[in-house]
């Protein structure tokens, strides 16, 4: 059983910081292709905030190209969401995703709020 965990949210002002991490909280014999985040909004589908291929690309959604970053560790199937200038559109429930071999791996989410 494939299991991804999130940490780093909470609740910030407007122009602030936050970082996000996902890691698997058990051991298993593959390493993602894909490691991605997303994030869904009250009342909202969710939607891909960035993604990172193993072998380094990454694809950010407009909304938040210069103001956030991702970044993984491939033999820890790690990904971490480095997320600056923080505004209140940015308020949702953030996923972390893994892909591999056609299936998707999805953590429990974690909160970000931002207030104005």
């Known amino acids: 059983q494939v299991q991804l965990v999130e940490s780093g949210g909470g609740s910030v002002q407007a122009g602030e910081s936050l970082r996000l991490s996902c890691a698997a909280a058990?051991?298993?014999?593959?390493?993602?292709?894909?490691m991605a985040w997303y994030r869904q909004a009250p009342g909202q589908q969710r939607e891909l905030v960035a993604a990172i291929v193993s072998g380094g690309t990454i694809r950010y959604a407009d909304s938040v190209k210069g103001r956030f970053s991702i970044s993984r560790e491939n033999i820890r199937n790690t990904v971490y969401l480095q997320m600056n200038s923080l505004k209140p559109e940015d308020t949702a429930v953030y996923y972390c995703n893994g892909k591999f071999s056609g299936r998707d791996y999805w953590g429990q989410g974690t909160q970000v709020t931002v207030s104005s």
């Open positions: 058990n051991s298993f014999s593959f390493t993602f292709n894909v």
